[in-house]
């Protein structure tokens, strides 16, 4: 059985997976004590659950930055090399994970990583607003996005205790 990676989301219902290219963030900085504010442009990918987004106390997204390998091997240049890849494909670079290539017509890119050590969050209704002025978009498919998920888990929960609970004796 053949599994698709991605399927092009022409709705605007908004699902963990979906892929928002060009998405204006702004971005707090702070120069010798004095907070700066300025615009980034990302690809990001939603984070957030596909069933915690439609709940009213859901005010706010995850997203995480997506590059284009080739870019991220420019910041990372063990990403360009086999070895490198490989590692990427295994989920051995904690803080990245990999996105298969796209080959669906006007959507064709390179493989691309998530970079999770970078959490966006945004309010919902500025995710809404701009996935409504869009006319399709692409949205990672399970079990791709469930594997996704996973691996961004993963970054946040490893956890080595000093001293466990003492084994119960009665």
């Known amino acids: ?8 989301a022409r709705d605007n219902e908004i699902q963990q997976g979906d ?3 060009n998405f204006d963030v ?3 900085r702070y120069i010798e004590a004095e907070q700066l504010g300025d615009i980034e442009t990302f690809d990001l990918i939603v984070m957030t659950q596909s069933c915690d987004i439609p709940k009213d106390r859901m005010n706010y997204l995850v997203l995480c930055p997506i590059w284009p390998l080739e870019t991220a091997s420019k910041l990372h240049p063990e990403f ?9 494909r295994k989920g051995s670079f ?15 890119h390179d ?10 969050e945004r309010p919902k209704v500025s995710v809404q607003e701009f996935v409504s002025k869009q006319q399709s978009r692409l949205r990672l498919l399970p079990p791709y996005r469930e594997h996704l998920s996973q691996a961004f888990a993963r970054f946040f929960m490893r956890v080595g205790l000093p001293v466990d609970i003492p084994v119960f004796t009665k």
């Not at 090399?81 to 990427?88: I, P, Q, R, V, W």
């Not at 493989?111 to 966006?120: K, N, P, S």
């Open 1 to 8: 059985m053949q599994y698709h990676w991605y399927e092009i």
């Open 19 to 21: 892929i928002l290219f």
């Open 26 to 28: 702004p971005i707090v």
């Open 80 to 88: 360009s090399t086999s070895k490198g890849k490989e590692n990427l």
């Open 94 to 108: 904690i803080a990245f994970h990999l996105l298969n290539k796209c080959e669906m017509a006007g959507f064709e």
């Open 111 to 120: 493989f691309m990583i998530v970079q999770f050590e970078r959490v966006i």
